[in-house]
T-cell receptor
Framework: GAVVSQHPSRVICKSGTSVKIECRSL??????MFWYRQFPKQSLMLMAT?????????EQGVEKDKFLINHASLTLSTLTVTSAHPEDSSFYIC????????????FGQGTRLTVV | GENVEQHPSTLSVQEGDSAVIKCTYS??????FPWYKQELGKRPQLIID?????GEKKDQRIAVTLNKTAKHFSLHITETQPEDSAVYFC??????????FGTGTSLTVIP
């Protein structure tokens, strides 16, 4: 149990286009999901907290208009990188906590985004 | 918000020796401290965790200690093996809230 699935695992896009990344909790409901970004050889940096049915909470320095988060259901959160630039190339990972298995968090497999 | 610092950033040990990684945190409300092992391009894998009401926890060759007063916690790996080579992250969290990760330690176990 407690599986988080992220899609796609890899994506290459052209500068100026938008990319959507999906994060799904497969066997539990997640009212809250978290989005992280990881640059090569660096740590996971929290970008935002995705709240089902309400607006996401963004960490300081993260542009909410560039990184659009939608948590439309209890099992799906999406991160859309709008007008992507090469500097947005990174590894994006989502996580969620299952209410019955707190406080452990479960991570998606990550999405490697390359903007060319 | 929470600030988690981790040391060292790189660590090389001979196979069979012990490895110790240390983290400090700033938010006294944090009460859950997991450790993750991450291989390149993969998701973090939980290897051990500790809650704030416990001072030490051990699972075979891995142990974690927590000093809540000093706001620091450590990962201890004994009898290291080459397959222990990876990047390790500590994290701190207030139950139900987001995780904040340390900067990572690249561990190399030399055969």
């Amino acid at each position: 149990g407690a599986v988080v699935s992220q899609h796609p695992s890899r994506v290459i896009c052209k500068s100026g286009t938008s990319v959507k990344i999906e994060c799904r909790s497969l066997d539990f409901q997640a009212t809250t999901m978290f989005w992280y970004r990881q640059f090569p050889k660096q740590s996971l940096m929290l970008m935002a907290t995705s709240n089902e049915g309400s607006k996401a909470t963004y960490e300081q320095g993260v542009e909410k208009d560039k990184f659009l988060i939608n948590h439309a259901s209890l099992t799906l959160s999406t991160l859309t990188v709008t007008s992507a630039h090469p500097e947005d190339s990174s590894f994006y990972i989502c996580s969620a906590r299952e209410p019955g298995r707190l406080p452990e968090a479960f991570f998606g497999q990550g999405t490697r985004l390359t903007v060319v | 918000g929470e600030n988690v610092e981790q040391h060292p950033s790189t660590l090389s040990v001979q196979e069979g020796d012990s490895a110790v990684i240390k983290c400090t945190y700033s938010d006294s409300a944090s009460n859950y401290f997991p450790w993750y092992k991450q291989e390149l391009g993969k998701r973090p894998q939980l290897i051990i965790d500790i809650r704030s009401n416990v001072g030490e926890k051990k699972d075979q060759r891995i142990a974690v200690t927590l000093n809540k007063t000093a706001k620091h916690f450590s990962l201890h790996i004994t009898e290291t093996q080459p397959e222990d080579s990876a990047v390790y992250f500590c994290a701190a969290s207030n139950t139900g809230n987001q995780f904040y990760f340390g900067t990572g330690t690249s561990l190399t176990v030399i055969p």
